[in-house]
C-alpha cells in the first residue's frame, strides 16, 4: 500500500466504509485497458463475507471492463477530490485514444492487492470487489452484486476507537484538514453534500 | 397529505431524495398489524419509472409484513427525529402483545396515498413503494427491488431551484431550524452524521 496513512481494514467491517451513503469511484481494468467513473448508487448488501451493490449503466465503459475481468474496485473520494470526481464522472473513457481518464485528468494511482484493478491515491476508503454472476440483475437492472476481497482506509478518518469500533471519523485539532477528508454525496449537477456533523443517538433513551 | 410542509415530488426525481445515501425509517402493514424499522441499506435503481433497493433482514417483523402485502414506505427522517430512529432500529414489532411500535415510542402518521401503509410524520421525504418479485433476490440476498409509486418531501428542504431542479437544501435564515431537518446517515451504534455542507464542482474546471 502505496500511502503512508492507508491501512489494511477487517473484512468484516468493510461495510462500514458505505454505510453512510457516500458517492464512490469505481475504478476498473481489463486486457491493458483501464477506467474510472463515479458512481453514487451502491450499497453494502452483506456483513462478513462482505458483499455490495453498485448500479453500472450499459452505456458505460466502465460497464464492459468489469463485466470482461469480473472484478472492480470501489474507491471512496473526499471533499478534497471534489473537482477530480466531477470530471470523471462527466466524460466517458470509451472514446480516448492512446490515452484514458487516469492520464488524461492527472489521476495517480497504486496497484490493488487482490485483484488487478488501479486504485485512486487521495481516497480514502478502498474495496477490492470480485463480481458474483447474477445475468437476470445485471441484464433487467444493472445491477452488480460483489464480493470484497480487501478493503483499506484512510487512518486518520477510519481508524478504530477505544471501544474497538471501527468507523468514520472527521473531527479533530486540525479541522481545516479534517474538513478536506470528509467524504461526499451527490446531489445532481456536480453538488455534494460533505458528511457532516455527528449526533449521537441513546443517551435520553 | 397530513403536513403543512408535505409537497408531492413528481416520480421521475423521486431518485433525488435518496440519491444522497440517507437512513431511512421502512413503514409497513398488512392484516391490521403495522411495524416500522431503520434500514441504512437503500438505494435508488432507476429513474423513470422510478425503482430503489432496500435490504430487509429475513429475522425482521417488517419482513413478513412487506411480503405478505407486497408494499411498504420509505419514510426520510431527520435530526429532529434522531431517538425515534434509533428505538424503532434497536427493537422488534413481532413481540409486542396488543400494540405496536408506533404506540409503543409514540409515533404519529398520516396515510399513504397509493398503498396501504402508514407514514410517519415529522420526516423529510417520503416513497410508497410497491415490491417487483424477485424471489432470488429476496431469498438469496435479502434484496427487495421496488417500484416507486408515490413521493413527496418537506418543502422546506426539498424543492425546485431557480433552474427548476428537485434537490435537498439545508441552509437558510433560520439556520437552527434547518439543522433540525436535516437527513441523516448511520455510522453504528447509535451515533449518524448529519448530511453535511455544500460543494459546488465544475467552477474551477
Known amino acids: 500500500m502505496e500511502k503512508t496513512y492507508t491501512r489494511n481494514i477487517p473484512l468484516?467491517?468493510?461495510?462500514?466504509?458505505?454505510?453512510?451513503?457516500?458517492?464512490i469511484l469505481v475504478t476498473s481494468s481489463h486486457a491493458?485497458?483501464?477506467?474510472i467513473m463515479a458512481a453514487a448508487w451502491n450499497v453494502p448488501l452483506?456483513?462478513?463475507?462482505?458483499?455490495?451493490?453498485?448500479?453500472?449503466?450499459?452505456?458505460?465503459y466502465t460497464r464492459e471492463l468489469i463485466e470482461a475481468s469480473g472484478t472492480f474496485a470501489i474507491n471512496i473520494p473526499c471533499?478534497?477530490?471534489?473537482?477530480?470526481?466531477?470530471?470523471?464522472?462527466?466524460?466517458?473513457?470509451?472514446?480516448?485514444?492512446d490515452t484514458d481518464k487516469f492520464a488524461l485528468h492527472g489521476l495517480e494511482t497504486f496497484p490493488a492487492r487482490e485483484i488487478d484493478v488501479p486504485l485512486l491515491k487521495?481516497?480514502?476508503?478502498?474495496?477490492?470487489?470480485?463480481i458474483i454472476p447474477e445475468p437476470h440483475n445485471q441484464d433487467t437492472y444493472d445491477l452488480f452484486i460483489a464480493e470484497v476481497v480487501a478493503a483499506y482506509a484512510d487512518e486518520r478518518v477510519f481508524s478504530q476507537d477505544d471501544n474497538g469500533q471501527y468507523h468514520w471519523h472527521?473531527?479533530?485539532?486540525?479541522?481545516?484538514?479534517?474538513?478536506?477528508?470528509?467524504?461526499?454525496?451527490?446531489?445532481?449537477g456536480g453538488s455534494f453534500f460533505a458528511t457532516g456533523e455527528v449526533h449521537q443517538a441513546g443517551h435520553t433513551a
Not at 32 to 35: F, I, S, T
Not at 46 to 60: A, M, R
Not at 124 to 130: D, I, P, Q
Request: charged letters at 30%.
Open 46 to 60: 452483506d456483513f462478513d463475507p462482505p458483499k455490495i451493490i453498485v448500479v453500472i449503466d450499459k452505456k458505460t
Open 170 to 188: 472527521f473531527e479533530g485539532y486540525d479541522q481545516e484538514m479534517y474538513d478536506k477528508l470528509r467524504t461526499i454525496h451527490h446531489v445532481a
Open 79 to 97: 471533499v478534497a477530490q471534489l473537482e477530480q470526481v466531477y470530471k470523471v464522472g462527466t466524460s466517458s473513457g470509451r472514446d480516448l485514444k
Open 12 to 23: 468484516a467491517k468493510a461495510y462500514r466504509l458505505l454505510n453512510h451513503g457516500p458517492t
Open 32 to 35: 491493458g485497458k483501464q477506467n
Open 122 to 130: 487521495g481516497c480514502v476508503g478502498w474495496l477490492e470487489c470480485r
